[in-house]
């Protein structure tokens, strides 16, 4: 009978996977195995990894689908570029998330490891379960809504929901839970750090600041990984949201054809982005939280003949930059960033539409000289 060793990492694995709700699983079944289990063998190895193979074989099948679709009907302009491209921004996605599977099981480990002693709240896993729900009932949702408008529905644009919709959203869930777990591990240490540090005592200084140098390293690990898969997220919504303002333009009586399914992009799109912008600011907001705790303590704690011995370690924290999340280093993701990136769609919609209206109409008078 074979005995199954479980090892430290194993019970780390095990806690995150009951902080996560069904989020590993669910990505799992897309074909990346992050939390993957190892002692799978046999029958059951094959059998997992032939599932693992369905969701890529069909993202990737299905982009060919889509732009032979796309092809098929013609004509080049804005809104035909937006429809090749969009379609292959989740493949992209894919395999960004599917060639950091290994780095981001690491630093799930880490954060594991430093969350250990940190209070979780326990509906946690029923809010992204929750969030998992809306991700595979939206786009059958978005199909309801056209019908609801006797609007043609096409097997070209169900399967352009699943393809553009299903993967990112997933995604979307992943970064903000990281980054919801990285700010109760930062928000943690500063209760602690108010309660319990002693700049006298320098026990307490170094392993207080060690936590708290871990922890800053696994949002700086966090950003590197994750910074070009969300760079990807908000360039898919930027063009989404710009090809709906366009045909909110161009289209004649659009509020009886279009507006149920506009309302319910629009919805879904900001919704998820706005909180994932919070999430990602309030990062840096309590990091500044923290180092005002640290500079009260030495405010109270110095003594006026010369330094304690622990305040040279927390005047080197004090030092460090820092921990901005950013879009591949574009953009940082603060607490403007929604109005910012709503403001520049719609101009940039509204730009692209009045340059094809005038290049029709300027066509129209040519062809009539």
Known sequence: METIVISNN????????????????????????VLEDRHKKGVKCITSVMKR??????LHCNLLYLWYSTVRVGGLNYGTIIDLVLPFLPNILWWMIYTRRVSLKMLLIRMANVSVHVKQSYYHPYVVNISLFVVFIYPPVLTL?????????LAEEVLRNVQEIIFPSL???????????????????KNIFHKQLDISNSFSVVKL???YVEITKDIETFENLLSAPVFILILKIFFTVSLTIMDMLSIENWMSTLMLEALGYFVFIFG???????????????????????????????????????????LFVLKRD??????????????????????????????????????????EFASFT
């Not at 809504?145 to 529905?153: E, L």
């Open 272 to 314: 998820t982005l706005g909180v994932l912008s919070i999430c990602a600011a309030n990062i840096p907001l309590e990091i500044i939280r923290i180092k005002s705790v640290l500079l009260d303590k030495i405010s109270a704690q110095s003594h006026q003949d010369g330094m304690l011995c622990g305040e040279k370690q927390i």
């Open 145 to 153: 809504m056209k019908v609801a408008q006797n609007y043609p529905v």
């Open 171 to 189: 995604v979307t869930v992943m970064y903000i839970k990281l980054c919801s777990l990285l700010l109760q591990n930062l928000r943690s240490y």
């Open 10 to 33: 194993d019970a780390l694995i095990a806690e995150l996977l009951h902080k996560c709700g069904k989020l590993w699983t669910v990505l799992e079944v897309t074909g990346i195995p």
């Open 209 to 211: 600041i060690k936590f």
């Open 322 to 363: 820092l921990c901005v999340l950013t879009a591949c280093n574009i953009f940082p993701l603060d607490r403007g960033f929604l109005l910012k990136a709503v403001a520049t769609v719609i101009a940039q919609a509204v730009i692209f539409h009045q340059l094809g209206s005038s290049l029709s109409v300027s066509q």
């Open 53 to 58: 193979l369905c969701f890529p074989l069909l």
